[in-house]
């Protein structure tokens, strides 16, 4: 189905659901790039053919993620995800295209558990550096406190002026909550890049097989296999360096607050 020319501007709905349960939906106009994929066709079964690959790649992948994240923890692994659905709709509602999945999903291999322990181990390593690093060092210890001789008259003490840079620690403190928001944490984005390159490594040893035969179809589908998923390891890994850089700018203005409250807080 295309849009003619009085139809440019017009939006189509689309969703993406497992089982009865929508987990994505968005509204789109024709020829803007869609947010999953993309695509700027005006073609309604190639936007709805590339959103179902994608929405079926990541519901295996967050089934196989978190069945090796509960394994490695010895808990049970939860129902893996079992339909994908991906609907188009027009503006009055009709369908464009329905498209519908039964997902099949491989045992997780013990070797898999177990390099994804290591690597979070790894990880609790490398956090356990970074708090390190981004610890103040202990305050210096108080002036033990001199006590007014008997019957001395005590006065209070006046109020301490305002210091307009305790304002300052907290606007330091405040850009390291914000920097932190504004993206994924480390650890999430090692994790993927964990499973990207997994899968990386398993296509890349499929299509090896796929070369020795004569079906030119299946090298090629191996072939754009290979591709996507080294994307996604590109992907998760500019990712990963990313959120790293805004974790250690954020620890070092949470060092910098720490520093300036104590030098307010220490004797004059």
């Not at 106009?29 to 695509?39: K, N, Q, S, Y």
């Not at 079926?56 to 939860?78: F, H, N, Q, V, W």
């Not at 406190?145 to 109020?159: D, G």
Request: hydrophobic share 40%.
């Amino acid at each position: 189905m295309t849009t003619d020319e009085t139809d440019r501007d017009a939006a189509y709905s689309w969703e993406v659901r497992y089982g009865s349960r929508v987990v994505e939906y968005g509204v789109q106009r024709w020829g803007e790039p869609h947010p999953w994929t993309g695509a700027t066709t005006r073609l309604a079964f190639e936007i709805a053919g590339e959103l179902f690959e994608q929405a079926c790649l990541y519901a295996m992948e967050e089934s196989r993620d978190t069945a090796i994240d509960a394994e490695a923890k010895g808990r049970a692994a939860p129902e893996p995800i079992g339909q994908v659905i991906v609907v188009l709709r027009d503006p009055t509602g009709a369908e464009l295209a329905n498209l519908t999945a039964h997902l099949r999903h491989r045992p997780i291999t013990r070797t898999e558990v177990e390099d994804y322990r290591a690597l979070m181990q790894a990880w609790a390593e490398d956090e356990r550096r970074m708090a390190a690093r981004a610890a103040a060092p202990p305050p210096e210890p108080a002036e033990p406190e001199i006590l007014a001789p008997p019957h001395e008259f005590e006065q209070n003490p006046a109020p301490a002026a305002y210091d307009p840079r305790h304002r300052v620690v907290d606007d330091l403190l405040q850009q390291a909550v914000e920097l932190r928001e504004s993206v994924v944490d480390p650890d999430h984005c090692r994790r993927r890049a964990y499973q990207a390159e997994r899968r990386l490594v398993e296509d890349q040893d499929a299509e090896r097989l796929i070369a020795a035969g004569r079906d030119e179809a299946a090298r090629a589908i191996a072939a754009e296999r290979v591709a996507r998923s080294a994307q996604l390891v590109s992907l998760w890994q500019g990712r990963m360096a990313d959120s790293t850089e805004i974790y250690l700018r954020a620890a070092a203005l949470d060092t910098e607050a720490a520093r300036l409250s104590r030098a307010l807080d220490g004797p004059d």
